[in-house]
């Protein structure tokens, strides 16, 4: 037989040989991206998922389904930190480790400069998250900044915080996040998320806390008249987390590599028009006939200032003095 075609034989059996040993070592992953196709962190998932199988050599594959075809983000977060699932898009709650209420307090920053510095890709807020993933079984690879927390009323709506009418405005079952609202003039209502659209649109309560523009005008626009954006928290820890103890002990150096990569790259990318899609957000709630109440720097602060004063207290109770030292450090 000719030298050359024996040569061409056996590279062709190697090829295919490396190929079958890549193809049986590969592993799929479905994670779902909470949201709609065109939402922050729908797109900042896609983007994760790609460059995870670029940077594996199609190694690790995942698959970003939208909507939430596994559930909502805390129960995701809970199955992601036990191990049932080993990646998904989550939101850390209190359900994973108390200390988890601090993901959405408030009083940490009230600017986007301020906020991409604690939550962007080299966020110290974050890496204080991934602290506690530690003790609780989780690390976040990647993550969107979905914006700051305004409030969704149905009709009328205070001009000045704090409000001098008590509204009845929606809030997440934290005790930290009620004193907050009652810091701030309201009269909080502890309401599962799931029956706050129907609350707001029969009148039950006046309003919706803890909503970003973007949320505001994709979920709630339909049953609120007028916005109130009080950026008296961040939202930006909903995002890629993986099951610690699989991250650790069943990836490769190379495989841990590339989530690390693909998931910092990705964050990056998301928070590069981060400020100028939220005002393009406000911009729709107006165009909608919205009225959208928004105030100074110096009434920004202010409002910030309130927070701390009536939230930080019940933090320090969950968290403790030495991680609220921490916490109080890297606020603005």
């Known amino acids: 037989m000719n030298h050359k075609y024996k040569k061409f034989i056996g590279l062709s059996v190697t090829s295919f040989c490396m190929a079958v040993t890549i193809s049986a070592h590969a592993e799929t ?3 779902g991206t909470v949201y709609g196709k065109d939402h922050a ?11 995870v199988e670029d940077y594996t ?28 699932r080993k990646i998904d898009v989550v939101s850390m709650s209190s359900d994973v480790d108390p200390r988890m209420t601090i993901g959405y307090m408030g009083g940490l920053v009230s600017n986007y400069e301020q906020a991409e ?36 009323f149905r009709d009328d709506a205070p001009s000045e915080i704090p409000s001098p009418k008590r509204y009845k405005v929606r809030s997440a079952p934290y005790k930290s996040m009620i004193n907050r609202y009652a810091g701030l003039g309201f009269d909080p209502v502890p309401m599962a998320y799931s029956e706050t659209y129907t ?34 928290y961040f939202e930006g820890i909903i995002g890629v987390a993986v099951n610690l103890d699989w991250y650790e002990n069943s990836l490769s150096d190379s495989q841990r590599a590339a989530l690390d990569k693909a998931g910092k790259e990705a964050t990056a990318n998301i928070w590069k028009e981060a400020k100028q899609r939220e005002d393009q957000f406000l911009d729709k709630l107006r165009e909608a006939g919205i009225k959208v109440t928004t105030f100074t720097d110096e009434e920004y602060k202010e409002i910030s200032d309130l927070v701390k004063m009536h939230e930080w207290p019940e933090i320090e109770k969950l968290v403790g003095p030495s991680m609220m030292a921490r916490i109080r450090d890297m606020a603005y």
């Open 29 to 31: 992953f479905s994670i």
């Open 41 to 51: 962190v729908s797109t900042m998932a896609v983007d994760f998922s790609e460059r």
């Open 57 to 84: 050599n199609g190694g690790l594959k995942i698959k970003a389904r939208y909507g939430s075809p596994f559930g909502d983000v805390y129960q995701i977060g809970k199955q992601v930190a036990n191990g049932q």
């Open 117 to 152: 510095d604690l939550y962007g890709p080299d966020g110290d807020f974050m890496m204080l998250l991934n602290d506690i993933g530690k003790e609780s079984g989780f690390k976040y690879v990647a993550w969107a900044p979905t914006g700051f927390g305004g409030i969704a």
């Open 199 to 232: 609350a707001l649109q029969t009148g039950a309560i006046d309003a919706k806390g803890a909503t970003p523009p973007e949320e505001a005008f994709q979920v709630f626009s339909d049953v609120m008249k007028e916005y109130v954006y009080t950026r008296d």
